[in-house]
């Protein structure tokens, strides 16, 4: 079987979003001073620390999606390779599992997958993906040029290197708030019921 995705997810973590330290298992709170949050991850972040970069790219279905665009909404963001058989395979199963823990197809969980693999990745092959890993509710897989590409990995601080045998790339999901902010960054492979727990907390405060 072809190993792809070979990137380790502790790196993937580390690299994109520049941090010091990495507790495999724990959550990591940086520049917070109370009790354990209800955010539970790889790495969390107060409310406003951590801001997300900006991307307009079509999905699957030929939509526009922007960055400001999921503004009032709770997002997962990840990187994926449609034709991947390690790594990103695992990620989309537990995304999965995370939306359906908040009610499958009427999560209210986005998840934004942005294309790591222009060069063979379709609209038909991630849809393939989708359904094999048991995707439902409200996602889109972003596609585009690889100079359209390089520009979001590149401010989202996500390697990625293709080979004649594989793509190799950063492994990790970020958890987006209401307002833009990346609250959780999750090496893989992650914890679905964290990610859900920290989908309703995000919730829950914005009904304060």
């Known amino acids: 079987m072809q190993r792809r995705c070979a990137l380790p997810a502790r790196f993937g973590v580390g690299l994109a979003l520049g941090l010091a ?24 972040w107060p409310p406003g620390a951590r ?36 790594a990103c395979p695992v990620t989309g199963r537990e995304m999965a599992l995370a939306q359906r823990e908040l009610g499958g197809s009427r999560s209210p969980l986005t998840i934004v997958i942005i294309d790591v693999n222009p060069a063979k990745d379709t609209p038909a092959s ?27 990995w590149r401010v989202w601080g996500t390697y990625v290197k293709p080979t004649r045998r594989e793509v190799i790339h950063t492994a ?20 679905p019921d964290w990610l859900a727990g920290s989908v309703r907390a995000l919730l829950s405060r914005q009904k304060k």
């Open 21 to 44: 330290l990495i507790v495999p298992g724990q959550a990591v709170v940086l520049g917070a001073k109370t009790s354990p949050p209800k955010l539970r991850g790889t790495v969390v």
């Open 51 to 86: 801001a997300g970069f900006p991307f307009a790219l079509h999905d699957q279905m030929g939509r526009m999606v922007t960055f400001n665009s999921l503004r009032g909404h709770v997002a997962a963001l990840t990187f994926l390779d449609a034709h991947c058989t390690s």
């Open 126 to 152: 991630e849809r393939a993906f989708a359904h094999k890993v048991k995707l439902s509710g409200d996602w889109h897989w972003l596609l585009g040029s690889r100079t359209q590409l390089s520009r979001v």
């Open 172 to 191: 990790a999901v970020y958890l987006i708030d209401q307002r833009g902010f990346v609250r959780v960054a999750d090496e893989v492979p992650f914890r």
